[in-house]
């Protein structure tokens, strides 16, 4: 079973700085997706980003971009120029690649981190 | 826009009533999946759904079922409601094999049991 950390349950971070939340996973799978949520205020949970395991370039979207470390199990969000509109929950969270039996279409989530930008 | 729809924002049921949670997706995906989100627990999968009429169990089955007679939408029964399953229910669904896309999530119902 896949298991998925986000060690940071709450962080903040002033307006128009940088900021990482980390998170780190266990698999024994060698294909797989990662991919960061966001759950602002409102609920709606939208992805940010997503990242193929086997793809070494580091994925990134506008203002968010990740360090993928394969070998550390690491994949960790940074948020550039942070904006009051990135307050919000982050979800880290893992799925196998694949269509090998059911379980492959899963999401395992963190437990999040709760990002708080301040003006 | 594709959507996820939950039916209610909130809910509030007394213990022991039959509760159902509606779900429906206008993507024409082929999963679907039924979490509950508690504070310090993060997401944890109920059941989930690849197929019309498929069901399987997630991580914490006990005390839910579910019914999808049709593609498009994912039902999640609260057979007997205990006050232990006050939570945010979140449905999600997600294309075809692999999931590499990811899930597009509904917005949530919070139940509470009295």
């Known amino acids: 079973a896949q298991t998925v950390t986000q060690s940071q349950p709450e962080m903040s971070v002033q307006e128009a700085e940088t900021v990482t939340l980390s998170c780190t996973y266990d698999?024994?799978?060698?294909?797989?997706?990662l991919f960061w949520y966001k759950q602002p205020p409102s609920r709606q949970m939208i992805l940010v980003i997503r990242?193929?395991?086997?793809?070494?370039q580091n994925a990134t979207e506008n203002r968010f971009s990740v360090n993928f470390q394969k070998a550390a199990k690491s994949f960790s969000l940074k948020i550039s120029d942070s904006q009051l509109g990135d307050t919000a929950m982050y979800f880290c969270?893992?799925?196998?690649?694949?269509?090998?039996?059911?379980?492959?279409?899963?999401?395992?989530f963190g437990k999040g981190t709760k990002l708080s930008v301040i003006p | 826009d594709v959507k996820v729809t939950q039916s209610s924002r909130y809910l509030v049921k007394r213990t022991g009533e039959k509760v159902f949670l509606e779900c429906v997706q206008d993507?024409?995906?082929?999963?679907m999946f039924w979490y509950r989100q508690d504070p310090g627990l993060g997401l944890r999968l109920i059941y989930f759904?690849?197929?019309?009429?498929?069901?399987e169990k997630g991580d914490i089955p006990e005390g839910y079922s579910v019914s999808r007679e049709k593609k498009e939408r994912f039902s999640l029964i609260l057979e007997s409601a205990s006050t232990n399953q006050t939570s945010m229910y979140l449905c999600?669904?997600?294309?075809?094999?692999?999931?590499?896309?990811?899930?597009?999530f509904g917005s949530g119902t919070r139940l509470t049991v009295v």
């Open positions: 990242q193929e395991a086997y793809k070494q």
């Open positions: 999600a669904s997600s294309l075809g094999r692999g999931g590499g896309r990811g899930y597009t």
């Open positions: 993507m024409d995906h082929e999963n």
């Open positions: 759904s690849y197929d019309v009429k498929m069901k």
């Open positions: 698999t024994s799978e060698n294909n797989y997706y």
């Open positions: 969270a893992f799925m196998k690649h694949g269509s090998s039996g059911a379980g492959s279409y899963q999401l395992t």
